[in-house]
């Protein structure tokens, strides 16, 4: 069966590769600094199951120390220049899409497609991760389709992975490490005691003020955490299940979606989202680093509105 740790596992290929060719890449000064890091980073995607807690702690706090002094590095990899690909663009004109645009439309069929595929009596894919599953398979397609159509060597894909990887940098660990703080954070009752800090100063009993508490401390806490996935089971433990499910009576699917939503206006509006809103900056060379989250206050109030309407509407009708 086809499930999340073979996702995972895809993924540390990948980031090995990029750990590989920042260790032999003479142009970069901190070249053992980058392979060091990623190295640690597709260990712990490679290899985490099966790794005590102790070395899993251990490889975290190895990433966070080589990030943390003096920072990473960057190379000079061969790549193509400007010419080339003012060239490329000018000849393959918006047939360069094709790649970008078969990885949702392949998402989206083999989520359907695949979740009752059996080989023999077993399911494929699991059935809890098909989304995950057709995603990375829809990733794969659209590289070889991307390779084929553009005539490229078999190591470009890696060589500009690394690339980009190396222009992100330690923000692209960001959104994992966060989300393993807040399951942290839940289990560590956090979300209970912020359920108390609400019960002694918001009045639960009146659906549509528990709906605001929600979305909206979804969003405040997306801030703080830098990543809905971080504050989605603090604010759920504390106000969805407890209050909005099992009080009220509300649909859980229904208060999962859009609260989830509603967290993702918070990443519009933090600095500490750091890989959406200050890795942009910097690679556009942005006078203000703040930039994008100044463009963004608007869109993200108004979409945090209608996201606290449509849980009101919704979640309380089943």
Known sequence: MIGVENIYRLAGIVVAAVALLNAC???NPKRVKNALFWGAYAITLLFGTWLPDFVNGCLVIVIVLVAGIG????GDPRTTSDEERQESALRWKNRLFLPALLV????????????????????LVDPKNVSLVALALSAIVALGVAVIILRQPLLAPARECRRLMDLVGWAAVLPQMLA??????????????I????GRFVPLENHFVVVCAYTIGMALFTMIMGNAFAAFPVMTAAIGIPIIVRKFGG????????????GFCGTLMTPMAANFNIVPAALLELPDKNGVIRAQIPT???LLLANTMLMY???FRR
């Open 104 to 123: 949702p439309g392949l998402t989206l069929a083999a989520s359907f497609g695949l979740r009752n595929v059996h080989v023999g009596s077993a399911l």
């Open 71 to 74: 920072g990473l590095g960057r």
């Open 313 to 315: 509407f919704l979640v």
């Open 300 to 302: 993200a109030l108004l």
């Open 251 to 262: 649909d859980p699917a229904v208060m999962a979606a859009v609260g989830m939503l509603s």
């Open 195 to 198: 359920a108390e800090l609400f």
């Open 180 to 193: 393993a703080l807040g399951t942290l954070f839940a289990a560590a009752g956090v979300g209970d005691r």
């Open 25 to 27: 890449d003479a142009t």
